[in-house]
């Protein structure tokens, strides 16, 4: 079955620019993650969505950093007014978050943001 | 503050014998854990995990153990093969509150193996 498909794969932009990175789940998974990593570094939290609660935003590292996930499915990470540290692996992960049971996250194949 | 991390950057094992990868955290809510590999441009792909309430978990090759009183977890690969040459990331949850919504992950420890 299809698994966590992202786009773009790679994205170069220009500092002060805006970019929007864009994620489709697994299909019936309700839980939606974001996160990024940095050179040489591990996996950072960013976002979380479930279902049509309220997302929790904690790992947002700027308020040039926001995501909205449209119908229950999609979502899309923007960042505003792009600066070199934002260059990262940004890499998208969702899950079935069952109630009561283990939840594993699966994940896209990421986008590569690079900001010159 | 580092929650979880693996103090091995690198591993390098021959073909056939047991790589070991180590993580220790710091976070006594942490209830859930999980490995996962990755390989260069591509996403983690979830390995084995393992609940606060087990001590040992084996999939095939893959074993986990998790030592709670130490706050110490290991990834054990028996044999290894040269497929598994890639970076081992573990990673932790806590299932109270807000905290259980997202993974903390260690630094990560690349494995090579020697043909």
């Known amino acids: 079955g299809a698994g966590v498909s992202q786009s773009p794969s790679n994205k170069v932009t220009e500092k002060g620019k805006d970019v929007e990175l864009r994620c489709d789940p697994i299909s019936g998974h309700t839980a939606l993650y974001w996160y990024r990593q940095s050179l040489g570094q591990g996996l950072e939290f960013l976002i979380y969505f479930q279902g049509n609660s309220a997302p929790d935003k904690s790992g947002l590292p700027s308020d040039r950093f926001s995501a909205e996930r449209t119908g229950g499915s999609v979502s899309t990470l923007t960042i505003q007014r792009t600066q070199q540290e934002d260059s990262a692996v940004y890499l998208c992960a969702s899950s079935l978050r069952l109630a009561g049971e283990a939840d594993t996250q699966y994940f896209g194949p990421g986008t590569r943001l690079t900001v010159l | 503050d580092q929650q979880v991390k693996q103090n091995s950057p690198s591993l390098s094992v021959q073909e056939g014998r047991i790589s070991i990868l180590n993580c220790d955290y710091t976070?006594?809510?942490?209830?859930?854990f999980l490995w996962y590999k990755k390989y260069p441009a591509e996403g983690p792909t979830f390995l084995i995990s393992?609940?606060?309430?087990?001590d040992k978990n084996e999939d095939g090759r893959f074993t986990v153990f998790l030592n709670k009183s130490a706050k110490h977890l290991s990834l054990h690969i028996v044999p290894s093969q040269p497929g598994d040459s890639a970076v081992y990331f573990c990673a932790a949850r806590s299932s109270w509150g807000a905290a259980g919504n997202k993974l903390t992950f260690g630094g990560g420890t690349r494995v090579l193996v020697k043909p």
């Open positions: 393992i609940s606060s309430i087990k």
């Open positions: 976070n006594s809510m942490f209830d859930y």
